[in-house]
């Protein structure tokens, strides 16, 4: 039997890990076991334009079908792989068939952390990750209706936004004692805040979830948070971060750590096999730290790294990973990683919905947040990368451009 | 059917049918010598970066926005630069060539 490449899960970096595949000249097999019934498509939109009804489905698509069909990639989508042996070097799939390959691309993404409060699988309570999930939602989200949102990080907000949008009213409850809480610094999560507010959004934070009422048809009707207090819902969205898929790499006895754990080449601890996504979690020289991250760009940049390594190259992964998140007319562009940061620099005044915070260690840029400020954003990525020494005064400058404010001048 | 001539990256022509009715960047993102297009559209990544033929450029609308504020922290920016995914493509744009410029 020929052998060749397996890639198991077919979303964001399963898609530019054949695309890399083929253009670094690969021409052996090449199969993609994917469990969604869909071809590789962008999860971003699924809480932003296409929630709210405003980006047709086939625009989703990271690759029309003909793109796989000339690249002869073999597509076993709506199919799980359940099984994988490192010794025999083989897959098995939810179909029975045991499929062989010479090196493994594990892509299997990640999961939205499920609760288990009481109440947590009545009817109305849904997660967001899939296009499944979207048709579950959108035919939900209808004007006027109230909806609880649990958890506000990126996911509830954007939803918070979109639902706004449509005409619902929203409420967000949220642990911490500010939003987005664990990614980005006061000031920052303080104009979101705001800027929620002002399009009605209710926010309340300090609020932890005890569990869900039901109304006498088994539907949800209410969310109980720990202080006792019931919010009113005809629907919930459960938004509360994501868990890597690590089950299939953890039961062939891969090293898990947070996430299947991988080299800056993106090798497991297996060397036919290497992971790229959402499930991996790989050391960066750069921070000096173990990072998973759940982003496209990481998808994408890790896919490419493994997808040229597993052919042969050895490429290590250290790019300056960026984010980026829509709210209303709010476009937050992160680069950098800001975890170990002692001081921050606000450039610029929120107020006027355009401005910069940056997070330094001592004098280097670690990391920006960036509002409506794309050009900070792009300028950016070089100091960060260099470990530039800022002048924080001219930081604090928004009218000195970003490049310039550094230490030497 | 309307037609893109697209330059690669080493200088090679090929002419595909362009998708009418939405960006560049959609047609581009399918071909092996295109664009890496990472955020998707969203104007947020300045991976979809083209240039324009000259002899085009006056027939599309100038870049404005967030378009120009990335164009312009690129270091290949040229005046004939583009993001792809903001540049609609029309019947009446049968023949628009355009070049993909180097990865930053
Ligand atoms: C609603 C939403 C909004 C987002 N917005 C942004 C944003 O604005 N900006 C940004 O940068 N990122 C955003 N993200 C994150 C981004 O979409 C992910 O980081 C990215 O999709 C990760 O790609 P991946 O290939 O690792 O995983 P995925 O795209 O999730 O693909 C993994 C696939 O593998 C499948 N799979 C898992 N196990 C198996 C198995 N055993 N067999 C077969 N198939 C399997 C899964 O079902 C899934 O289809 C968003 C995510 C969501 C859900
Ligand atoms: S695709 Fe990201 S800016 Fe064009």
Known sequence: MEQGVIVIGAGQAASTAVE?????????????????????????????????????????LLKAQSFYDSHQVRLRLGTRATQLSTQTRTVTLDTGETLNYSKLLLCTGSSPRRVSVPGHDLQGIHYLRSKSDVARLAHELTANRRIVIVGAGYIGLEVAATCRQLGLQVDVLEMAERIMNRVVASPVSDFFAQEHA????????????????????????????????????????????????????????LTIDNGVAVDLYCQTSDPDVYAAGDCANQFSTHYQRRLRLESVDNAFEQAKTAAQNLLG????????????????????????????????????????????????????????????QAKDYMASKRLIADRTSMDLMRLADISVPLREATAQG | MAELVIVDRDGAEHRVEGKAGVSLMETLREMDYGVAAICG??????????????????????????????LQELTSRRPTSRLCCQVEFTPALDGLKVAIAPDE
């Open chain 1, 20 to 60: 890399t595949l083929r253009k670094e000249g690969f021409t052996g097999e090449i199969t993609l076991v994917g469990d969604e019934p869909e071809l590789p498509y962008s999860r971003p939109p699924l809480s932003k334009k296409f929630l709210a009804g405003e980006l047709a489905e086939e625009r989703l």
């Open chain 2, 41 to 70: 559209g969203m104007c947020s990544c300045a991976t979809c970066h083209i240039y324009v033929d000259e002899t085009w450029l006056s027939r599309l609308p100038a870049p404005q926005g967030d378009e120009l504020e990335l």
């Open chain 1, 198 to 253: 002002k399009a009605g959004v209710n926010i309340h934070t300090r609020h932890s979830l005890a569990g869900f009422l039901a109304d006498p048809q088994g539907r949800v009707c209410a969310v109980q948070t720990t202080d006792g207090a019931q919010w009113p819902a005809d629907l919930v969205l459960v938004g509360v971060g994501g868990l890597p898929n690590t089950e299939l790499a953890a039961r062939a006895g």
């Open chain 1, 313 to 372: 190259k050895s490429l290590a992964h250290d790019k300056i990973p960026w984010f980026w998140s829509d709210q209303y007319d709010l476009k937050l562009l992160i680069s950098g990683i800001n975890m170990d940061f002692d001081q921050g620099v606000l450039r610029g005044d929120p107020s006027t919905r355009s401005f910069t915070y940056c997070y330094l260690r001592g004098n280097e840029l670690l990391a920006v947040d960036c509002i409506n």
